[in-house]
């Protein structure tokens, strides 16, 4: 029966999931390395520290839902490619940096090849992956990104601390260039050629145009989740220290990657079987059990724990959003619902960020974390709501059809 199964692993599958690790390991790489580079290298302020990765996500935010209608109009392939060069390209520009001012503006540049370059991969693994399979390769798909965002950090601030910003700058240059070669070995399969109405309609550059609607209902709850997300991303390193754990801060992410691996095989493929609702609501569940464990962790145990729910939870939930997105939208909108769900949720973590830091300076992380706990079990509402009811309608008149 399993032969049956129409093929995942395929040339192009495996290529656009390299290409996507890479462009994510040097992502994260840049990510925790950009601020200690403003404040040792350049003597900038703190806040000038965090602008770095404001700016960067701002451009690839704006340049998104434009980079969903080329997509559209000249091909994801085309538009990956472009992407990569200048993601690739200006990764070398950061060795001739010597301001503040020259940063952020190679960081905005940088952000809008990463933003073409994130939409681009997210609508070719979109068109490649099988529709009988779409939750299980979606699920290993993003867990290219899951996996370079244990590398990616590890690894740039161990050659910063080790070898100096050189060799941290140099091997981002690699990483970069390895996602290029990697995005080169993609084709994608020829569609019938468009109708003249059709282009005339993609000519437009309307809200509805840049924005595929049916996935911002998703996206929305997307970016609900992600502003608890950006709480680990940002300061977990900092509440270890903090708890007196610091020293296994840095194997968050390992188990939680770990977890990832093992869970990724079942998880994708009961969403196929079985459903989005059936994994999101226990999905939703062990996001919330494990920021629980979290906000009350003072063990090096229970700090590892929390990571293992986070990433059954968060893990799961992140994939299975992106492939409710571009399910919803019709197969010639999937670029531009790529989009919009990566536009959106970027906001959710940016947004987070923010929120985050002000209320960290009003209550301890442990507490936040803790009452986060409280805060996902609200988004199974909100996702019942914009999203799962609808699911859980249309599936109850598919078992109706079927028993009648």
Known sequence: MQSQQPKLWTRNFISVSVSNFFLF?????????MPVYV????????????????????????????????IEKIGARMILLASLLIFSGVTVIYFSVDSIGALMVTRFIHGIGFGMATTATG??????????????????????????????????????????????LLMGVISAFIGLMAGLFISIPKKQP?????????????FKELFELNAIPIAVTGAFFAIVY???????????????????????FVVYAVVLLISRPYSGKW??????????????????????????????????????????????????????AITVAHPKRRPVATATFLSIYDIGIGLGSFIVGLAAAKVSLGTLYMFSSVYILIGVVIYYLLQGRRFSEERQKQKQVVDN
């Open 271 to 324: 969403y196929d079987l079985y459903g989005a609702n059936a994994i999101v609501y226990p999905s939703i569940i062990l996001f919330a059990i494990g920021m629980f464990i979290l906000g009350v962790a003072d063990s090096a145990f229970l700090f590892l724990v929390a990571a293992a729910f986070a990433g059954l939870g968060w893990g799961t939930l992140f994939p299975s959003y992106q492939t409710i």
């Open 25 to 33: 390991m040097t992502f994260y790489f840049l990510l925790v390395t």
């Open 230 to 252: 950006s709480s680990i991303l940002s300061f977990v390193s900092i509440y270890a220290v903090e708890i007196g754990v610091g020293h296994v801060a840095s194997y968050f």
């Open 123 to 168: 609508s070719i693994v979109a068109a490649i992956i099988p529709d009988s399979r779409r939750g299980e390769g979606m699920g290993y798909f993003v867990l290219s990104s899951n996996l370079a965002m244990v590398a990616g950090p590890f690894l740039g601030l161990t050659a910063m601390q080790q070898w100096g910003v050189s060799t941290m």
């Open 39 to 70: 404040l040792n290298e350049l003597e900038g302020k703190e806040s000038e520290a965090g602008l770095v990765t404001t700016v960067f996500l701002l451009s690839a935010i704006i340049i998104r839902p434009i980079a969903g209608r080329w």
């Open 194 to 206: 468009k109708t003249q109405k059709e282009v005339q309609v993609k000519g437009s550059f309307s």
